[in-house]
């Protein structure tokens, strides 16, 4: 479908239209199965929109939602029927709307209008830039939180959130641009809204940060955020799990926070994540995670493996061996050199701990060693394959459920 779905037709968890439109009791309405899978998989009792917890777990089908989508989406999918467009906003009129945000008591509408002009009007986001409009988007954004902090109503964060989301309409890729966002009046609210913002305005944030970080080069964007905070946060939207769309920024701003640390901070860094249960979310996302998830999850444990704490973290979870043992041949060439890279971390490159070794020959894993050697790989990859056998092979073979033909092969190796 070529026209974009109005914002009210989208499930607030998925951001997908919604076809089964179901209302909890604080008026906020989803997709029947994305609300289903918040309450009895992750076990939450709090409407995901709201955060307010919910008096009970009942949904009331939206019937009349549901008509009016259906009706939408005839109407879209006809190609009789015209497409609305909005009229392109003048440059003379911009500061004058600026301003009119600012003063305007009702800024989610204002910023809602001045959304959907600059989503169609690719000229008035240049013109938005030169006329300081990312600047008050800035001082938005810090009145607003600064409103929500002090408890006002939710209006106060919704307009924080409404902000992000005109600010992502801009590509963001000029040094003015980027030197603006990296001020902390823009850059506080982003954590702010990664932390508690709905699934929307997280996302609008995150993208944010991606934009960021790709046109800043160097300069390190974490350095005026709390990268704590922001990592603790990442971690609970992976360990929620409720929106693919959302892991998947999650990772990659992890990502992106784990390499911009200054090389004599990166040890640091890593042992801050690591004491923040980096591994265990991550260790723990390897069984239902897709290719690119995988990728990146075991990357992001490579590189938390570097450091000690990381190896002592990876080596006392009860799963972490069979589920990076497991990716191995199995997802991807990329794949199996990250989860290789992950094993000899753990097994080699400091002395490893006996339950990692016992639990590499448990989970099929050296095995999964072995047959590397048989196929095409990276040299690379079969030399770290090779030297855990036989830095290891003389342990591995007193185990009796240890097939006969390997504990062969594991002796030709020595």
Same mark, same amino acid.
């Given at each position: 479908?070529?026209t974009?779905s109005?914002?009210?037709?989208?499930?607030?968890?998925?951001?997908?239209?919604?076809?089964?439109?179901v209302?909890?009791?604080t008026?906020?309405?989803?997709?029947?199965?994305?609300?289903?899978?918040?309450?009895?998989?992750?076990?939450?009792?709090?409407?995901?929109?709201?955060?307010?917890?919910?008096?009970?777990?009942?949904?009331?089908?939206?019937?009349?939602?549901k008509?009016?989508?259906?009706?939408?989406r005839?109407?879209?999918?006809?190609?009789s029927?015209?497409?609305?467009?909005?009229?392109?906003?003048?440059?003379?009129?911009?500061?004058?709307?600026l301003?009119?945000?600012?003063?305007?008591?009702f800024?989610?509408?204002?910023?809602?209008s001045?959304?959907?002009?600059?989503?169609?009007d690719?000229?008035?986001q240049?013109?938005f830039?030169?006329?300081?409009?990312?600047?008050?988007?800035?001082?938005?954004?810090?009145? *607003?939180?600064?409103?929500?902090?002090?408890?006002g109503?939710?209006s106060?964060?919704?307009?924080?959130?409404?902000?992000?989301a005109?600010?992502?309409?801009?590509?963001?890729?000029?040094?003015?641009?980027?030197?603006?966002?990296?001020?902390?009046?823009?850059m506080?609210?982003?954590?702010?809204?990664?932390?508690?913002?709905s699934?929307?305005?997280?996302l609008?944030?995150?993208?944010?940060?991606?934009?960021?970080?790709?046109?800043?080069?160097?300069?390190?964007?974490?350095?005026?955020?709390?990268?704590?905070?922001?990592?603790?946060?990442?971690?609970?939207?992976?360990?929620?799990?409720?929106?693919?769309?959302?892991s998947?920024?999650?990772?990659?701003?992890?990502?992106?926070?784990?390499?911009?640390s200054?090389?004599?901070?990166?040890?640091?860094?890593g042992?801050?994540?690591?004491?923040?249960?980096?591994?265990?979310?991550?260790?723990?996302?390897?069984?239902?995670?897709?290719?690119?998830?995988?990728?990146?999850?075991?990357l992001?444990l490579?590189?938390?493996?570097?450091?000690?704490?990381?190896?002592?973290?990876f *080596?006392?979870?009860?799963?972490a061996?069979a589920?990076?043992?497991?990716?191995?041949?199995?997802?991807?060439?990329?794949a199996?050199?990250?989860?290789?890279?992950?094993?000899w971390?753990?097994?080699?490159?400091?002395?490893?701990?006996?339950?990692?070794?016992?639990?590499?020959?448990?989970?099929?894993?050296?095995?999964k060693?072995?047959?590397?050697?048989?196929?095409?790989s990276?040299?690379?990859?079969?030399?770290?394959?090779?030297?855990?056998?036989?830095?290891?092979g003389?342990?591995?073979?007193?185990?009796?459920?240890?097939?006969?033909?390997?504990?062969?092969?594991?002796?030709?190796?020595?």
């Open positions: 479908m070529a974009e109005p914002q009210l037709f989208l499930c607030p968890i998925s951001m997908e239209l919604m076809e089964d439109p209302t909890v009791s008026g906020v309405t989803y997709e029947r199965r994305s609300i289903e899978r918040w309450f009895f998989k992750y076990g939450k009792t709090t409407c995901p929109a709201t955060m307010q917890r919910l008096a009970s777990l009942d949904l009331t089908p939206n019937h009349t939602l008509r009016v989508i259906s009706s939408w005839d109407r879209a999918s006809s190609p029927s015209p497409t609305d467009t909005l009229a392109p906003m003048a440059r003379e009129r911009l500061p004058s709307v301003a009119g945000i600012e003063a305007t008591p800024k989610v509408t204002a910023l809602k001045l959304r959907s002009c600059m989503a169609v690719e000229s008035a240049d013109d830039v030169a006329c300081d409009g990312i600047q008050v988007l800035g001082r938005v954004m810090v009145q *607003a939180l600064a409103e929500s902090s002090a408890g109503d939710f106060a964060f919704r307009t924080c959130e409404e902000a992000a005109v600010l992502d309409t801009l590509p963001l890729s000029e040094n003015a641009s980027v030197d603006l966002v990296l001020k902390p009046e823009c506080r609210p982003m954590v702010a809204l990664v932390q508690r913002g699934t929307e305005a997280r609008h944030a995150m993208s944010i940060l991606d934009k960021v970080s790709k046109a800043s080069g160097g300069r390190n964007w974490t350095a005026v955020v709390d990268v704590d905070d922001m990592v603790k946060s990442l971690l609970d939207l992976l360990s929620d799990g409720a929106s693919s769309k959302l998947s920024r999650a990772l990659d701003v992890l990502l992106d926070v784990t390499a911009r200054p090389s004599s901070g990166r040890a640091r860094r042992k801050d994540v690591v004491e923040v249960g980096a591994v265990r979310v991550l260790v723990e996302l390897l069984p239902d995670a897709d290719r690119h998830v995988t990728e990146r999850t075991l992001l490579k590189r938390l493996c570097k450091c000690p704490e990381g190896r002592l973290a *080596a006392e979870h009860g799963l061996v589920a990076v043992s497991r990716t191995v041949l199995r997802v991807s060439g990329l199996t050199r990250l989860a290789v890279n992950v094993l971390l753990v097994s080699c490159a400091a002395r490893p701990s006996e339950k990692v070794l016992d639990d590499l020959v448990t989970s099929g894993g050296v095995a060693l072995l047959a590397l050697l048989q196929v095409e990276s040299a690379s990859t079969k030399e770290k394959a090779g030297r855990m056998l036989r830095v290891h003389a342990f591995w073979r007193q185990y009796p459920c240890f097939p006969a033909d390997l504990k062969d092969y594991l002796k030709f190796l020595n």
